[in-house]
């Protein structure tokens, strides 16, 4: 079947929040996903559209200083090591680059060992960093220079 990518619309998002435990199990990111994304970093926000829905997505925006940096990224439970995470994210480097960013930047729950692997997997770096969000959790923060 064949899968396109293209920038994320209103709809798409409210798609993939019906569709949450397809694409993040039984972690709740809901509150994570802001339509202000899709709304003012349309670029850089893009679906993976197939005849049977949305395979995957990425949420993401260009830093003042020049970072791609990926707030979200999945792939539906069905398109899972298919390539499809490795294809948004060079989607996603593409865009950003055009923006000007010559890297990217990511972070997950260091729980997260799918993550973990997969942006490995992508040549990013990856450092923990303790109380990374002020409340004493420590987090997996990625980087890797452009171009991908
Ligand atoms: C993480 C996620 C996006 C990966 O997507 P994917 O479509 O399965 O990834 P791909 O098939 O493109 O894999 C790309 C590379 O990542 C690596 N990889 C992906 N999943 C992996 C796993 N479970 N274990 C080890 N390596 C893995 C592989 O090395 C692969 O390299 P290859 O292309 O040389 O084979 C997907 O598992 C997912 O949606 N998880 C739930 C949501 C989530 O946790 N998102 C990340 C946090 S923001």
Request: net charge neutral; proline share 4%.
């Amino acid at each position: 079947m064949e899968i396109r990518l293209a920038p994320a619309r209103v709809a798409d998002f409210h798609q993939v929040l019906a569709d949450h435990p397809r694409y993040w199990g039984d972690r709740d990111l809901r509150p994570m996903h802001l339509i202000t994304l899709v709304q003012e970093f349309g670029p850089t926000c893009l679906v993976a559209r197939a005849g049977d829905g949305i395979r995957g997505y990425v949420f993401g925006f260009v830093t003042p200083d020049g970072t791609g940096y990926v707030h979200l990224i999945a792939t539906r439970d069905d398109s899972r090591g298919t390539g499809l995470g490795r294809r948004l994210y060079a989607a996603f480097a593409e865009a950003a680059a055009g923006q000007g960013a010559r890297r990217l930047k990511a972070i997950t729950a260091v729980e997260n060992t799918r993550s973990i692997a997969f942006h490995r997997g992508l040549g990013f770096a990856a450092e923990f960093v303790d109380d990374y969000d002020g409340n004493g959790r420590t987090m997996a923060v990625f980087h890797r220079d452009l171009p991908l």
